[in-house]
């Protein structure tokens, strides 16, 4: 118990010092004095200069008080100016994917290709529909949009009363409260980048977010249209 109790105050006396030095660098890099300071905060400069040498705790309304008279984001004197921020896009590398199992649904696989994306409006998918399957697609509609770009082999998509065929490389994109389906009617495998959103709109499986068993995430058929 005395033991925790020392390791705690250590605690303590580390945050305070790093506190401490944060804020007199805050002030320093605005030029302003302790005395300045203090009057523009309403707190004392014996109460400040102790504070910057770690030598008190300051509740959380002093550091507010403060970086409000000083200009700067509160955060400031918390995060580690030297730590190197989190990057605003999330990259995904192929070899990365390829050693993690797909997911599989109505005779085909598919992957998430897009990353946990603070704020996120949109999900990506690498389906991949297998020579020789033979499907009898269930005809969908739902909210929100669908971007689907053929990477290899042939496919027929249904959109309302069209039926467009897809060859590698070609892209439609379409608001998804039409009736819609597809499958594959070549003779080889087909692969197919498919965008979704929001990432809301329909059930998807995010095992490699949540850190979920693939096994127990539910099917993706229910969106594609394969049994």
């Known amino acids: 118990m005395e033991e925790n109790k020392a390791d705690l105050d250590e605690t303590i006396r580390t945050v305070a010092r790093r506190l401490g030095e ?21 707190l004392s400069a014996g109460f400040l200069s102790r504070l910057e040498r770690g030598e008190t705790s300051a509740s959380i309304s002093n550091p507010i008080v403060i970086s409000e008279s000083l200009g700067i984001a509160l ?90 065929v897809l060859e590698p490389g070609d892209c439609v994109h379409f608001a998804c409260d039409q009736p819609h389906t597809g499958e594959n009617i070549g003779h080889g495998e087909a692969r197919l980048l498919m965008i979704v959103s929001p990432v809301d709109s329909i059930d998807v499986p995010v095992a490699r977010k949540s850190g979920r068993d693939p096994d127990s995430a539910r099917s993706l058929a229910q969106f594609t249209g394969g049994k």
């Open 22 to 42: 944060r804020l007199r660098d805050a002030r320093r890099s605005k030029a302003i004095t302790l005395e300045v300071l203090s009057a523009k905060a309403d």
């Open 75 to 164: 955060r400031d004197f918390f995060e580690d100016a030297h730590e190197c921020p989190r990057p605003d896009y999330v990259l995904t590398r192929a070899k990365d994917r390829s050693c993690e199992a797909p997911l599989s649904a109505g005779g085909y696989t598919y992957r998430l290709t897009s990353g946990d994306l603070e704020g996120e409006k949109v999900s990506a998918f690498e389906l991949v529909y297998p020579a020789g399957e033979t499907m009898h697609p269930e005809v969908l509609t739902h909210r929100g949009e669908e971007v689907l770009y053929l990477l290899e082999g042939t496919m027929e998509f249904r959109i309302g009363s069209d039926t467009i």
